[in-house]
Protein backbone atom coordinates (compact mmCIF):
# COMPACT_ATOMS: atom_id res chain seq x y z
CA UNK A 1 0.00 0.00 0.00
CA UNK A 2 3.13 2.75 0.73
CA UNK A 3 4.27 1.87 -3.01
CA UNK A 4 1.94 4.72 -4.68
CA UNK A 5 2.81 7.26 -2.25
CA UNK A 6 6.89 6.22 -2.65
CA UNK A 7 6.42 6.54 -6.26
CA UNK A 8 4.47 10.28 -6.13
CA UNK A 9 7.34 11.00 -3.72
CA UNK A 10 9.95 10.58 -6.57
CA UNK A 11 7.74 12.30 -9.50
CA UNK A 12 7.90 15.23 -7.12
CA UNK A 13 11.78 14.60 -6.57
CA UNK A 14 12.20 14.32 -10.16
CA UNK A 15 9.75 17.46 -11.13
CA UNK A 16 11.65 20.00 -8.46
CA UNK A 17 14.99 18.81 -9.95
CA UNK A 18 13.94 19.30 -13.09
CA UNK A 19 12.75 22.96 -12.48
CA UNK A 20 15.93 23.24 -10.82
CA UNK A 21 17.88 22.50 -13.51
CA UNK A 22 15.86 24.82 -15.90
CA UNK A 23 16.32 27.96 -13.86
CA UNK A 24 20.21 26.48 -13.53
CA UNK A 25 19.79 26.91 -17.30
CA UNK A 26 18.18 30.31 -17.39
CA UNK A 27 20.55 31.78 -14.92
CA UNK A 28 24.05 30.84 -17.51
CA UNK A 29 21.77 32.26 -19.86
CA UNK A 30 21.56 35.77 -18.07
CA UNK A 31 25.04 35.60 -17.55
CA UNK A 32 26.39 34.71 -20.92
CA UNK A 33 24.12 37.64 -22.10
CA UNK A 34 25.71 40.08 -19.66
CA UNK A 35 28.97 39.21 -20.36
CA UNK A 36 28.55 39.36 -24.32
CA UNK A 37 26.87 43.01 -23.42
CA UNK A 38 29.96 43.88 -21.77
CA UNK A 39 32.15 42.68 -24.73
CA UNK A 40 29.97 44.77 -27.32
CA UNK A 41 29.87 47.59 -25.08
CA UNK A 42 33.77 47.76 -24.89
CA UNK A 43 34.39 47.25 -28.55
CA UNK A 44 33.60 50.81 -29.52
CA UNK A 45 36.52 51.20 -27.36
CA UNK A 46 38.84 49.22 -28.42
CA UNK A 47 38.51 50.86 -32.43
CA UNK A 48 38.66 54.10 -30.76
CA UNK A 49 41.92 52.97 -29.26
CA UNK A 50 42.97 51.09 -32.76
CA UNK A 51 42.04 54.28 -34.53
CA UNK A 52 44.68 56.37 -32.10
CA UNK A 53 47.62 53.73 -32.86
CA UNK A 54 47.13 53.99 -36.75
CA UNK A 55 47.26 57.42 -36.53
CA UNK A 56 43.46 58.02 -38.07
CA UNK A 57 43.11 61.53 -38.93
CA UNK A 58 39.40 61.40 -38.05
CA UNK A 59 37.99 60.11 -35.09
CA UNK A 60 34.72 57.99 -36.36
CA UNK A 61 32.24 57.36 -33.00
CA UNK A 62 31.25 54.42 -32.49
CA UNK A 63 28.83 54.97 -29.57
CA UNK A 64 26.52 52.36 -31.15
CA UNK A 65 27.94 49.41 -29.70
CA UNK A 66 27.54 50.99 -26.30
CA UNK A 67 24.22 50.98 -26.58
CA UNK A 68 24.06 47.56 -27.76
CA UNK A 69 26.06 46.39 -24.89
CA UNK A 70 23.80 48.10 -22.24
CA UNK A 71 20.77 46.12 -24.46
CA UNK A 72 21.93 43.02 -23.34
CA UNK A 73 23.03 43.53 -19.95
CA UNK A 74 19.92 44.34 -19.50
CA UNK A 75 18.44 41.88 -20.85
CA UNK A 76 20.39 39.31 -19.01
CA UNK A 77 19.60 41.39 -16.18
CA UNK A 78 15.89 40.75 -17.23
CA UNK A 79 16.06 36.72 -18.11
CA UNK A 80 17.73 36.22 -14.40
CA UNK A 81 15.05 38.07 -12.61
CA UNK A 82 11.88 36.50 -14.92
CA UNK A 83 13.58 33.45 -14.74
CA UNK A 84 13.92 33.31 -10.32
CA UNK A 85 10.07 34.60 -10.30
CA UNK A 86 8.77 31.80 -12.67
CA UNK A 87 10.79 29.19 -11.00
CA UNK A 88 9.39 30.13 -7.67
CA UNK A 89 5.92 30.31 -8.72
CA UNK A 90 6.80 26.68 -10.44
CA UNK A 91 8.30 25.20 -6.76
CA UNK A 92 4.85 26.08 -5.52
CA UNK A 93 2.60 24.59 -7.51
CA UNK A 94 4.77 21.52 -6.86
CA UNK A 95 4.35 21.65 -3.23
CA UNK A 96 0.90 22.42 -3.62
CA UNK A 97 0.44 19.45 -5.80
CA UNK A 98 -0.87 20.96 -8.68
CA UNK A 99 -0.64 19.71 -11.74
CA UNK A 100 2.02 21.57 -14.47
CA UNK A 101 0.80 21.41 -17.80
CA UNK A 102 3.23 21.62 -20.36
CA UNK A 103 3.25 24.82 -22.44
CA UNK A 104 5.69 26.78 -24.45
CA UNK A 105 7.82 29.12 -22.79
CA UNK A 106 6.72 32.69 -23.13
CA UNK A 107 10.22 33.53 -21.50
CA UNK A 108 12.61 31.34 -24.24
CA UNK A 109 10.66 32.93 -27.36
CA UNK A 110 11.06 36.67 -25.89
CA UNK A 111 14.57 36.00 -25.58
CA UNK A 112 14.97 34.05 -28.86
CA UNK A 113 13.11 37.51 -30.48
CA UNK A 114 15.12 40.01 -28.81
CA UNK A 115 18.66 38.32 -29.36
CA UNK A 116 17.34 38.01 -33.55
CA UNK A 117 16.80 41.72 -33.53
CA UNK A 118 19.95 42.80 -31.61
CA UNK A 119 21.92 40.53 -33.84
CA UNK A 120 20.14 42.29 -37.05
CA UNK A 121 21.09 45.76 -35.51
CA UNK A 122 24.59 44.73 -34.98
CA UNK A 123 24.82 43.26 -38.45
CA UNK A 124 24.16 45.88 -39.76
CA UNK A 125 26.07 48.17 -37.60
CA UNK A 126 29.34 46.17 -37.79
CA UNK A 127 28.78 46.21 -41.87
CA UNK A 128 28.13 50.21 -41.79
CA UNK A 129 31.88 50.44 -39.46
CA UNK A 130 33.68 47.74 -41.54
CA UNK A 131 32.62 50.21 -45.10
CA UNK A 132 33.53 53.68 -43.21
CA UNK A 133 36.57 51.75 -42.17
CA UNK A 134 37.01 50.62 -46.03
CA UNK A 135 36.63 54.32 -47.46
CA UNK A 136 39.19 55.22 -44.47
CA UNK A 137 41.62 53.15 -45.61
CA UNK A 138 41.17 53.95 -49.36
CA UNK A 139 41.81 57.66 -48.71
CA UNK A 140 44.51 56.95 -46.31
CA UNK A 141 46.34 55.04 -49.62
CA UNK A 142 47.07 58.17 -50.99
CA UNK A 143 49.31 60.45 -48.51
CA UNK A 144 48.57 63.90 -49.27
CA UNK A 145 49.24 67.42 -47.91
CA UNK A 146 47.72 70.79 -47.59
CA UNK A 147 49.60 74.43 -47.39
CA UNK A 148 50.71 74.70 -43.71
CA UNK A 149 49.73 78.23 -42.73
CA UNK A 150 51.54 80.42 -39.40
CA UNK A 151 54.63 77.38 -38.84
CA UNK A 152 57.20 79.40 -40.44
CA UNK A 153 56.69 77.70 -43.89
CA UNK A 154 55.66 79.50 -47.12
CA UNK A 155 53.71 78.00 -49.60
CA UNK A 156 53.94 79.56 -53.18
CA UNK A 157 51.95 78.16 -56.03
CA UNK A 158 53.89 76.56 -59.36
CA UNK A 159 52.72 76.60 -63.00
CA UNK A 160 54.35 73.69 -64.00
CA UNK A 161 54.60 70.07 -63.01
CA UNK A 162 56.48 68.58 -60.04
CA UNK A 163 59.07 67.86 -61.90
CA UNK A 164 59.07 70.36 -64.28
CA UNK A 165 59.56 72.79 -60.99
CA UNK A 166 62.43 70.52 -59.91
CA UNK A 167 64.19 70.66 -63.35
CA UNK A 168 63.51 74.40 -63.56
CA UNK A 169 65.03 74.95 -59.70
CA UNK A 170 67.98 73.06 -60.71
CA UNK A 171 68.86 74.60 -63.76
CA UNK A 172 68.25 78.14 -61.10
CA UNK A 173 70.73 76.74 -58.98
CA UNK A 174 73.77 75.79 -61.54
CA UNK A 175 73.22 78.59 -62.90
CA UNK A 176 74.07 80.57 -59.42
CA UNK A 177 76.60 78.33 -58.69
CA UNK A 178 74.79 76.98 -55.95
CA UNK A 179 75.54 73.50 -55.06
CA UNK A 180 72.34 71.01 -54.67
CA UNK A 181 73.58 68.65 -52.38
CA UNK A 182 70.54 66.61 -52.32
CA UNK A 183 66.99 65.67 -54.53
CA UNK A 184 65.14 63.48 -51.66
CA UNK A 185 62.07 61.85 -53.68
CA UNK A 186 59.55 61.11 -51.21
CA UNK A 187 56.79 59.63 -53.65
CA UNK A 188 59.35 57.44 -55.31
CA UNK A 189 60.45 55.73 -51.96
CA UNK A 190 56.90 55.44 -50.90
CA UNK A 191 56.28 53.80 -54.04
CA UNK A 192 58.80 51.30 -53.28
CA UNK A 193 57.21 50.51 -50.34
CA UNK A 194 54.00 49.63 -51.84
CA UNK A 195 52.36 53.08 -50.63
CA UNK A 196 50.29 55.52 -52.53
CA UNK A 197 51.66 59.63 -52.15
CA UNK A 198 51.44 62.61 -54.61
CA UNK A 199 54.58 63.59 -56.01
CA UNK A 200 56.64 65.72 -53.57
CA UNK A 201 60.08 66.23 -54.05
CA UNK A 202 62.97 68.27 -51.59
CA UNK A 203 65.77 69.92 -52.58
CA UNK A 204 68.81 70.64 -50.15
CA UNK A 205 71.46 72.67 -51.36
CA UNK A 206 73.38 75.79 -50.60
CA UNK A 207 76.70 77.72 -50.46
CA UNK A 208 79.56 77.02 -47.58
CA UNK A 209 80.32 80.86 -47.69
CA UNK A 210 77.33 81.71 -47.10
CA UNK A 211 75.88 78.89 -44.50
CA UNK A 212 79.08 78.65 -42.50
CA UNK A 213 78.80 82.40 -41.17
CA UNK A 214 75.29 81.46 -39.90
CA UNK A 215 76.19 78.73 -38.08
CA UNK A 216 79.18 80.54 -36.82
CA UNK A 217 76.55 82.93 -35.03
CA UNK A 218 73.90 80.50 -34.25
CA UNK A 219 75.20 77.05 -34.07
CA UNK A 220 71.91 76.01 -33.76
CA UNK A 221 70.69 76.86 -37.51
CA UNK A 222 73.10 74.34 -38.62
CA UNK A 223 69.93 72.01 -37.58
CA UNK A 224 68.15 73.63 -40.66
CA UNK A 225 70.65 74.32 -42.92
CA UNK A 226 71.65 73.72 -45.76
CA UNK A 227 68.30 75.24 -47.59
CA UNK A 228 65.86 73.36 -48.74
CA UNK A 229 62.55 73.75 -50.69
CA UNK A 230 60.42 70.85 -51.13
CA UNK A 231 57.81 70.62 -54.50
CA UNK A 232 54.60 68.90 -53.59
CA UNK A 233 51.70 68.48 -55.40
CA UNK A 234 47.80 69.04 -53.16
CA UNK A 235 45.05 66.63 -53.29
CA UNK A 236 43.38 68.89 -56.19
CA UNK A 237 46.11 68.51 -58.28
CA UNK A 238 47.52 72.04 -57.38
CA UNK A 239 51.86 72.20 -57.13
CA UNK A 240 53.16 74.22 -54.30
CA UNK A 241 56.54 75.52 -53.87
CA UNK A 242 57.08 75.40 -49.97
CA UNK A 243 60.45 76.73 -47.59
CA UNK A 244 61.54 77.98 -44.31
CA UNK A 245 60.84 82.43 -44.11
CA UNK A 246 64.03 83.78 -43.47
CA UNK A 247 61.92 85.69 -40.49
CA UNK A 248 61.40 81.95 -38.98
CA UNK A 249 64.85 81.12 -39.34
CA UNK A 250 65.91 84.25 -37.42
CA UNK A 251 63.91 84.25 -34.40
CA UNK A 252 64.24 80.39 -34.25
CA UNK A 253 68.22 80.76 -33.95
CA UNK A 254 68.73 84.53 -32.64
CA UNK A 255 70.21 85.01 -36.15
CA UNK A 256 72.21 88.69 -36.91
CA UNK A 257 70.49 90.86 -38.90
CA UNK A 258 73.10 91.58 -41.50
CA UNK A 259 73.40 87.72 -41.93
CA UNK A 260 69.63 87.67 -42.95
CA UNK A 261 70.31 87.75 -46.70
CA UNK A 262 72.22 84.62 -46.63
CA UNK A 263 69.03 82.83 -46.08
CA UNK A 264 66.35 85.39 -47.91
CA UNK A 265 67.64 83.86 -51.22
CA UNK A 266 65.51 81.41 -51.00
CA UNK A 267 62.44 83.17 -51.50
CA UNK A 268 63.87 84.62 -54.99
CA UNK A 269 64.78 80.84 -55.75
CA UNK A 270 61.17 79.69 -55.13
CA UNK A 271 59.57 82.61 -56.88
CA UNK A 272 61.49 81.98 -60.04
CA UNK A 273 61.06 78.09 -59.72
CA UNK A 274 57.31 78.80 -59.81
CA UNK A 275 56.51 80.80 -62.97
Do not use: C
Not at 7 to 17: A, I, N, V
Amino acid sequence: MAAPAETSHKDDLRDSLAAERTFLGWIRTGLALMGFGFVVARFGLFLQQLQVLQHTPSARSYGLSLWFGTALIVAGMFVNLLSAWHHIRLVRELERGEIVHSRPSAQAVMVALFLALVGLAMAIYLISVRESANVGLESNEEVSMAPVAGKGIIDKPSNHSVEQTVEKLNKILQAKGVALFALVDHSGEAEKVGMKMRPTKLLIFGNPKAGTPLMLAAPSSAIDLPLKILVWEDAQGKVWVSYNSASYLQERHGLPAELLQNIAVVETLAAKAGE
